[in-house]
Every structure is written in C-alpha cells, then in structure tokens.
T-cell receptor, first 114, second 114 residues
Framework: GQQVMQIPQYQHVQEGEDFTTYCNSSTTLSNIQWYKQRPGGHPVFLIQ?????EVKKQKRLTFQFGEAKKNSSLHITATQTTDVGTYFCAGRSAGGTSYGKLTFGQGTILTVHP | EAQVTQNPRYLITVTGKKLTVTCSQNMNHEYMSWYRQDPGLGLRQIYYSMNVEVTDKGDVPEGYKVSRKEKRNFPLILESPSPNQTSLYFC?????????????FGPGTRLTVT
C-alpha cells in the first residue's frame, strides 16, 4: 500500500534559525496537505498543494510540491517559539479507487529554544 | 461555532469491555474519518465514511467498527478492546473526500486499555 515517509522525526532549533521537513511518498499523489499539531492539541490544516511543482507561501512558511508529485517540503524561515509543534503531511494516491483513504507521514516534532 | 466533538475525552477500560467513542460534526460535512495517533507512527487512518451508510477501511481497521447512520455522527466501536488499542484517537470531517478538502479534527480521545 501507499507509504508516506517524513523526515526528520525530530528537529531542535534556536529561535531565529530556519527549519525544513520533508515528505516522500511511495506512490504519485493527487495532492498533498500539511497540518500542524500544537503540544496537547489536535491537527490543524495549514495548506493544500495540488499542482506539480507548486510553491505556496504563508508568511514565514513555504510549501513545495515536487515535480513528480511524490514529495513535498515545508520550510519555516526564522523560527519563533510559536512554531513549536508537530508538522504532518498527508496525501492520497493518484489514480486509486479509494477516494477517501488518506495517508499521513509520521510527523516532524519541532522544538524551538528561545 | 463550527466544530467536531468527541466523547469521552479520556477513557480507561479493561480488556474485552466493549466501548464506543462518539464523534459529531455540525458543519454538514459528507466525509468523516477516524485516526489513531501513536508516538513515532503519526496519524493512521482506521475507517472513513464518504457519506451516510458509506464506510470503508483505512490502513488499520482491525479491531474496530464504525457506523454512519446520520450525516453528523460517526461513532467508533471497539467490541473487544485490547491493550494494543491504547492510543490517542482523533475524529475528523471535511466537505468532501479525504485529502481533497481541509479536514477539521476533534479534540481527541485518549484511550487506555489495561
């Protein structure tokens, strides 16, 4: 079945440093979503990427979808303590028949030291 | 307020004692899904529902049942819980098929099976 690998599992940064998490799928994706989960909270939707090579920005966050639609990345510039949490990618295989089946990556836990 | 609610939020039970975790959404969403979250494994989809009376297996359905008799409710049933079902469970809903629309997550249910 489809697998989505996310690296790194943990990332510790000093406030002001940049952060990147990578997501790789074993199959071509129809689209990819990113979620953030604050400690003790629930996942909250950040963004969705649909097109091959798509790049989207939200303030200090930059999201990319690979040309082959099998990988994606989330980059945070100049991290702040409010960025602390776990970041998940989630994707659905393209061309499949299980339209509701969604696979999440393992998540990257980001800690920011002030 | 648009939201997904889950009950109970915390539950400690014993092996073999049937339990139900309720999930309800007030956004008239067609799609609902259950996930379990375990350290290092991210979010894994248990079951999902594309609409009333339409349910299908996710990646880890063994030991779980669901039903979708009404659009707003999607209960998760553990008929004979075992310790390996100790986990944090999230219910989510979205306007349409999973992975195509933003998912809204409930607050989570922390289940311990002894």
């Amino acid at each position: 079945g489809q697998q989505v690998m996310q690296i790194p599992q943990y990332q510790h940064v000093q406030e002001g440093e940049d952060f990147t998490t990578y997501c790789n799928s074993s199959t071509t994706l129809s689209n990819i979503q990113w979620y953030k989960q604050r400690p003790g909270g629930h996942p909250v939707f950040l963004i969705q990427l649909v097109k091959s090579g798509e790049v989207k920005k939200q303030k200090r966050l930059t999201f990319q979808f690979g040309e082959a639609k099998k990988n994606s990345s989330l980059h945070i510039t100049a991290t702040q303590t409010t960025d602390v949490g776990t970041y998940f990618c989630a994707g659905r295989s393209a061309g499949g028949t299980s339209y509701g089946k969604l696979t999440f990556g393992q998540g990257t836990i980001l800690t920011v030291h002030p | 307020e648009a939201q997904v609610t889950q009950n109970p939020r915390y539950l400690i039970t014993v092996t073999g004692k049937k339990l139900t975790v309720t999930c309800s959404q007030n956004m008239n969403h067609e799609y609902m899904s259950w996930y379990r979250q375990d350290p290092g494994l991210g979010l894994r989809q248990i079951y999902y529902s594309m609409n009333v009376e339409v349910t299908d297996k996710g990646d880890v359905p063994e030991g779980y049942k669901v039903s979708r008799k009404e659009k707003r409710n999607f209960p998760l049933i553990l008929e004979s819980p075992s310790p390996n079902q100790t986990s944090l469970y999230f219910c989510a809903s979205s306007l349409g098929e999973g992975g195509t629309y933003e998912q809204y997550f409930g607050p989570g249910t922390r289940l311990t099976v002894t």
